[in-house]
């Protein structure tokens, strides 16, 4: 099995979002709509979530650089 399949995904809120990625809401957003940031998945019309595993994947690219460029560490 892979990790994915091993450990299940969750929701989280904005805040949540907001303080893992170091980003303010409008920055996130304007990241969805360049399309450089998972966008929230809509569970009501009152509710919007993102998912935990998508949130990773996104900070572990920004780690390695945008673009490509990877980070000398």
């Known amino acids: 099995m892979s990790a994915e399949t091993e450990i299940p995904d969750r929701f989280v809120k904005l805040d949540e979002v ?4 170091g980003l303010g809401k409008s920055m996130i957003y304007r990241l969805i709509q360049e399309g450089k940031f998972p966008a929230p998945y809509k569970l009501s019309p ?11 994947a996104w900070v572990n690219d ?12």
């Open 46 to 56: 009152f509710a919007s979530r993102w998912s935990d595993r998508e949130i990773v």
């Open 62 to 73: 920004v780690k390695d650089g945008f673009e490509g460029k990877k980070r000398k560490v």
């Open 18 to 21: 907001k303080r893992r990625v």
